[in-house]
């Protein structure tokens, strides 16, 4: 009986190393090679010790045979060269912490700095928002992809307008909600409570997807449970999709703001009060969606029908963003920067230094228009070697913007 054939340890090494390659040093162009890199150079990216853990593996595997041949001491080398690139990786991860801490705690215009601690955040805020230093490695181990933990209710599916499947939310919650409370800082036993009375604010998620492809819960889920369960209704919500940005604009942001309709209307049915601050945050097409919802509060021209209705925001949260016009045709309205800064929010925006998709430089222009004329706190950040989609898994680098942001929402519920 012939001998099964046995793969070369250089082409087992092989998707690793090229993953790794350009997870470090990325293609910026042209447009569709620079796409092509960053899709493979993901696992790499947000997942460097299991990719790592798998290149080890084979590479002791095929060392410890009797035969060897002499492309395994090819394939180790290769191995020796991944691995060490998985480390850079790594250690890039590590350092978004102490980058987020510092942008918090930077004094901002209008503001005092956001303190690592509950100093003069109010009695509303019941739970602590000192940074944690400590990476949770077995989250990052062993559960990466982010589930709804223990004590958080999901709600799936559920519509916020017309349209049953362009205006789609999921919504979480803490299970041991209890209804009809005003969810002041006596109503909480601590962060683990045995119940909570009321929700303390409201969290609306808006996912990417170049505006043409998308669903909720598909991105930031992991943001989404932490507020959940620290007592926030979290909302994901899709909007109105189109073959290209600009055809479906204004839709998409009038979709949205029929969202924050929904949540003062609808909300109280579902133990989420009519008045609680409402935060929106999005990522990629979705940041640029929750930032033209922040500079467009109360405008009547994306409120038809409902123009009576407060859309202002307690604060915004812009997750790798693309933040340009839309088209040429809409160039004055679909553009973030066009709009008056005077009546922004406080805004957290938080971009990847190596963005091949969504290039940091637009981050680095709408927060110039920002500080210019908001007199409301700017945090900006920009992560280490971060590239599009940093929001997937529970990475160390994610999980260190979960709590920023945690930090950043708490001071505004």
Not at 183 to 210: K, N
Not at 251 to 258: A, N, P, S
Not at 342 to 350: D, F, K, M, R
């Amino acid at each position: 009986m012939p001998r099964p054939t046995r793969v070369p340890l250089p082409a087992l090494v092989a998707p690793a190393a090229v993953s790794t390659a350009l997870a470090l040093r990325p293609i910026r162009r042209p447009f569709a090679a620079a796409t092509a890199g960053w899709v493979m150079s993901l696992p790499a990216l947000e997942v460097p010790l299991h990719i790592g853990a798998l290149v080890g593996a084979a590479t002791a595997t095929a060392l410890g045979r009797r035969e060897r041949r002499p492309s395994d001491v090819v394939g180790a080398g290769m191995a020796a060269l991944t691995c060490t690139g998985l480390g850079v990786v790594l250690a890039r991860h590590l350092a978004a912490r102490p980058v987020l801490d510092r942008a918090l705690r930077e004094r901002a215009p209008g503001d005092g700095a956001l303190q690592a601690g509950t100093e003069g955040r109010g009695t509303a805020t019941t739970t602590s928002s000192a940074p944690r230093h400590r990476t949770p490695w077995p989250t990052v181990l062993v559960r990466p992809w982010p589930l709804p933990p223990h004590g958080v209710r999901a709600r799936r599916g559920m519509v916020y307008g017309p349209d049953p499947v362009a205006n789609r939310f999921d919504l979480y919650t803490r299970a041991d909600l209890r209804p009809g409370g005003d969810g002041g800082a006596g109503s909480r036993a601590g962060e683990f409570g045995a119940g909570v009375d009321g929700v303390r604010g409201v969290l609306v998620h808006i996912h990417g997807g170049h505006f043409r492809a998308g669903a909720p819960s598909r991105e930031s889920r992991a943001m989404l449970f932490d507020h959940a369960r620290r007592g926030w209704a979290a909302l994901s919500a899709t909007y109105t999709l189109s073959p290209t940005p600009e055809a479906g604009f204004p839709q998409h942001l009038v979709d949205i703001k029929r969202l924050l309709h929904w949540i003062r209307v609808e909300g109280p049915s579902h133990d989420i009060p009519a008045d609680a601050p409402i935060v929106v945050a999005g990522s990629s097409a979705g940041a640029h969606i929750a930032m033209m919802t922040a500079l467009t509060a109360n405008d009547p021209r994306f409120q038809p029908g409902f123009e009576h209705v407060d859309t202002t925001l307690a604060a915004a949260v812009g997750l790798y963003g693309y933040y340009g016009r839309l088209g040429s045709a809409t160039r004055d309205v679909s553009d973030p920067v066009r709009h008056p800064a005077s009546g922004a929010p406080p805004v957290a925006i938080i971009h990847g230094t190596l963005d091949t998709y969504t290039p940091v430089k637009g981050s680095r222009r709408l927060v110039r228009h920002l500080r210019a004329g908001s007199p409301n706190p700017v945090i900006y950040t920009e992560l280490p070697g971060a590239q599009h989609g940093f929001d997937a898994v529970c990475s160390p680098r994610y999980l260190a913007v979960v709590d920023a942001v945690a930090r950043f929402t708490d001071r505004y519920a």
